[in-house]
């Protein structure tokens, strides 16, 4: 019996566990990609409320290490996306939005389905430690005792 618990625990420590982890940082990592994609979004429709007629922007760009330097692009009426697998793509505005709107939506399917996976792993772990007080003969709920008003 003893040997039975141990391996349930042994799974539900270093496998389930271990796989819930991943499934969030998985859909941490996702959800940090569509807060950039917005954050761009917002950017990119910034600059074409500000002066659409404008040509040039001037800007500040980080060299590393928080070193920063004031740059200035002659023709900000394009911009470079990245568009996935380390490429970029030379896209006008409006292109950006409507690629970010697609991007965002295949982000959003993709965070959906792993927070479906972390429900169905949560349940493993909920179907194993079940399973674990079950084979330990504990109580799920221990039994109440009253307690005494000592102030009466």
């Not at 566990?17 to 990119?44: F, G, T």
């Not at 939005?97 to 772990?125: P, R, T």
Request: net charge negative; with cysteine.
């Amino acid at each position: 019996m003893e040997e039975k618990v141990l391996q349930y625990e042994k799974f539900l420590n270093e496998i389930l566990r271990r796989d819930l982890q991943k499934v969030l940082e998985e859909r941490d990592k996702i959800y940090s990609e569509i807060a950039e994609y917005l954050q761009l979004k917002n950017v990119i429709q910034k600059l074409k409320e500000e002066d659409p007629g404008r040509k040039g922007l001037k800007s500040q760009v980080d060299l590393g290490c928080n070193f920063y330097v004031q740059a200035k692009v002659p023709d900000a009426s394009k911009i470079f996306v990245a568009i996935g697998f380390g490429f970029f793509l030379e896209m006008n505005f409006d292109e950006a939005l409507k690629f970010i709107e697609k991007k965002e939506l295949h982000l959003n399917g993709i965070s959906d389905k792993l927070s479906a996976d972390a429900l169905k792993v949560k349940m493993h772990i909920k179907v194993v430690l079940e399973g674990l007080r079950e084979l330990q003969r504990i109580d799920a709920e221990p039994d109440k005792e009253p307690f005494r008003d000592i102030f009466a």
